[in-house]
């Protein structure tokens, strides 16, 4: 079997291959967990708060499990169970069935009115008196970049191959018999998984160009001021606030890379081969806005570090995880949607049951569920 593309998604399908047995061979063009890959950021959240799609619930906790196997496995310290707080507003109806979603299915929470939000982290302002915060506690952020180098590391330790290879569209109907690389090298194997990310629609832009869609997406890190430590696990956990419509999150101090900061909301269409990856003067501008209004102490700490990066959104932010309708032996999967790096294990899973012993499909992943417009439904 041939993967093509080592991010979170690709080098977990691999390695799950692998570990069933299946002689593996993944492919990237410029290097697991690179720079320009979705998956090559410093740090990424893995939280099991999914508003009522508790099938996101779900996942994120198998691959919870699966993450911290891998931290075993290697002696790696690529998870940082740092909490990941939501603040939220009383009333708001996402909030309201992400708190219910995770009782359901026993995620351990900590409920924290306004006042307690106060108490407990004074470095940062509570949004208002009508906010209320859901704080997982066993959840944290994964060393991103770090973490998919060890996936692969493992791989090869297991019998898998891995090379560093451009990898040409393929084309026609029926069964694939190889890809082509771009330097005329041809790579045979029975089944091929296209694990892109936001190069999928380049892959296959009769089928994909108008379903998955790159935005440009910017990161800022800021240091905290000397000797602080309140801007590091357990004084602050990840947060992330579904009070403001600007879609604010950030990380404490990890690994002293500086406090993260991002908005999530969909940025400007973006091209991952030649997009202009230096961060804009108004977002530096916006950032320390948010900073002076809610974490004051930050408000003219020095910035550190800066990364642009894309989402590969679905029209409503599901994954494609699905067979290509017309090459018989091959696989899609991707549309992370600016959620799936913690989802790889759980992708793998899913596509590994389907490709190897026939496993049902799960529609909301499917080819023929993925719309024509934007119109986001999962966060
Ligand atoms: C700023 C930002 C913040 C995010 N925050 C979070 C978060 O907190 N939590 C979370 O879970 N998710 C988060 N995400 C989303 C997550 O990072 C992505 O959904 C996930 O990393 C996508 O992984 P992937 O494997 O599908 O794609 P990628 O990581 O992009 O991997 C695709 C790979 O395919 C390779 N490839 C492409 N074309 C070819 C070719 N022709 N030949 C060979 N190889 C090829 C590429 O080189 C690349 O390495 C965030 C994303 C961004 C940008």
């Not at 934007?374 to 966060?379: K, P």
Request: hydrophobic share 40%; net charge neutral.
């Amino acid at each position: 079997m041939a993967v093509i593309g080592a991010g979170s998604f690709g080098s977990w399908i691999a390695w799950r291959m692998r570990s069933a047995g299946r002689s593996v061979l993944l492919i990237d063009a410029w290097g697991a967990g690179h720079s320009r890959s979705s998956s090559g950021g410093e740090s990424r959240i893995i939280r099991m708060g999914y508003g009522g799609d508790e099938i996101y619930t779900r996942m994120a906790r198998r691959s919870l499990a699966e993450w911290k196997d891998l931290c075993e496995r290697t002696g790696e310290s690529l998870f940082h169970c740092t909490g990941v707080l939501w603040m939220a507003r009383s009333g708001d109806p996402y909030s309201e069935s992400t708190r219910r979603t995770l009782e359901r299915v026993n995620v351990p929470i900590e409920i924290l009115s306004a006042p307690e939000l106060a108490e407990r982290y004074p470095q940062m302002r509570v949004p208002d008196s009508g906010s209320f915060g859901i704080l997982e506690p066993e959840s944290g952020a994964l060393i991103a970049r770090r973490a998919i180098a060890a996936v692969v590391r493992d791989l090869i330790r297991r019998g898998g191959e891995y090379i560093t290879a451009a990898v040409m569209p393929p084309s026609g109907r029926g069964r694939l018999g190889f890809v082509e690389t771009r330097d005329g090298k041809r790579i045979s194997a029975d089944t091929f998984v296209f694990a892109c990310g936001p190069w999928l629609p380049k892959m296959f832009p009769d089928i994909l160009g108008e379903r998955i869609w790159p935005t440009r997406q910017e990161v800022l890190f800021f240091a905290p001021p000397a000797g602080e430590r309140r801007f590091s696990p357990p004084e602050l956990p990840i947060w992330i606030d579904f009070t403001d419509p600007r879609g604010p999150y950030g990380f404490p101090d990890l690994e002293g890379r500086g406090c993260k900061l991002a908005f999530d909301r969909h940025g400007a269409p973006f091209d991952p081969d030649s997009g202009d990856r230096a961060v804009s003067a108004e977002s530096v501008v916006e950032a320390r806005a948010f900073l002076a209004e809610r974490l004051p102490l930050l408000r003219d700490a020095p910035l550190t570090e800066f990364r642009v990066c894309q989402y590969e959104n679905t029209s409503n932010g599901d994954f494609l995880i699905d067979a290509h309708p017309e090459l018989t032996n091959v696989w899609l999967a991707g549309g992370g949607s600016g959620h799936g790096f913690k989802h790889g294990p759980a992708v793998a899973s899913h596509i590994s049951g389907r490709i190897l012993s026939g496993a049902a499909a799960e529609p909301r992943f499917c080819l023929s569920a993925k719309g024509a417009v934007q119109s986001r439904t999962v966060y």
